[in-house]
């Protein structure tokens, strides 16, 4: 252990570039989410404003939220109000609505004052071709230096996976639901 | 899109088994302390007192931890003072130190207005067998019934997973370090 943590210790005092992080959580296990929201704890421990744009109504329940609202103004938090949820019906609406929140998501990216923004379920709208690819991607590519950002989702979409700094697949071992366990407040949402 | 949420749906309302959920975070890439964190953030909005006990000594810094004193008595954390760190060079005291973390973590588990319990980096002591494995996996096995417990660290024991109700494999698909990036304040730490 003591070697394995020298040569880590070695690797890691080897790097020098200082940069806004595009990372992506993506596979079918848990965790994608909560690990975004989890880097925001981190951030807002860091005193940086952490902004967040949901692509999927209903996503989020209230329970991060609630607990979010411990730090008032330091977070900046987008909803989808309308549109695109699950079990969506109305595709043009859904277009809209994705477009109205990626429209949000750059008006945070180009706020200097957010340290970390987070994309959640970005991947979903992308995956059903809802916003263009290739402009996100761009856009994503040409943040400003300093900013972090989490874009979440299954099924991440090969162009962002390359453009990424950081890519993680969550892989779903073993699940409660297969046990009959329902979903539970705390838990799920 | 639609079929397959219908399809959740009945899934989902199928499942009628509530219980304190044993959940286990894996595998070498990001996202396993993170997640746990996202889910303190998500049990604190919903009105729980969480318990957090760290096995591994200066595995989390100070972003999370000035983050989550925000919400004060509600987090009950223990960090390791002594010991067992990424560099152990004193088994002996690693294991004295392992073993009061434990200690910490069984009064945690016994406290009722503990909601979710965090073992953050567990699976190492075990990995190193500075615990005893099925003194472990018993006691998590026997925890009281509306108990969350999240353990985290890469090599989970093959009785964890078999014990555990939900075990989450983050992959690495793509890491900076490999780009030359280092390790930065409220990503990384």
């Excluded at 210790?9 to 848990?30: Q, R, S």
């Excluded at 943040?143 to 972090?148: K, M, Q, S, T, Y």
């Amino acid at each position: 252990m003591e070697k394995r943590k020298a040569v880590q210790d070695a690797e890691v005092a080897a790097k020098t570039i200082e940069k806004g992080l595009l990372i992506v959580n993506t596979g079918p296990g848990k965790g994608k989410t909560t690990a975004a929201l989890g880097l925001a704890l981190r951030a807002l421990g860091r005193g940086r404003r952490v902004g967040i744009v949901q692509f999927i109504k209903g996503a989020w329940d209230t329970g991060e939220k609630h607990a979010l609202a411990a730090f008032g103004e330091r977070v900046a938090w987008h909803t989808m109000g309308e549109g695109f949820t699950w079990e969506t019906q109305d595709k043009a609406r859904d277009i809209a609505a994705c477009r109205e929140a990626w429209a949000k998501a750059l008006e945070l990216m180009a706020d200097p004052t957010i340290g970390l923004l987070i994309l959640d379920e970005l991947n979903i709208a992308l995956r059903y071709d809802y916003l263009d690819l290739d402009a996100v991607v761009g856009a994503l590519q040409a943040r400003r230096p300093g900013l972090h950002v989490v874009v979440t989702g299954r099924n991440a979409k090969p162009a962002l996976i390359e453009a990424a700094d950081l890519v993680t697949e969550m892989g779903n071992v073993k699940h409660h639901f297969s046990a009959g366990v329902k979903a539970q407040e705390g838990i799920e949402f």
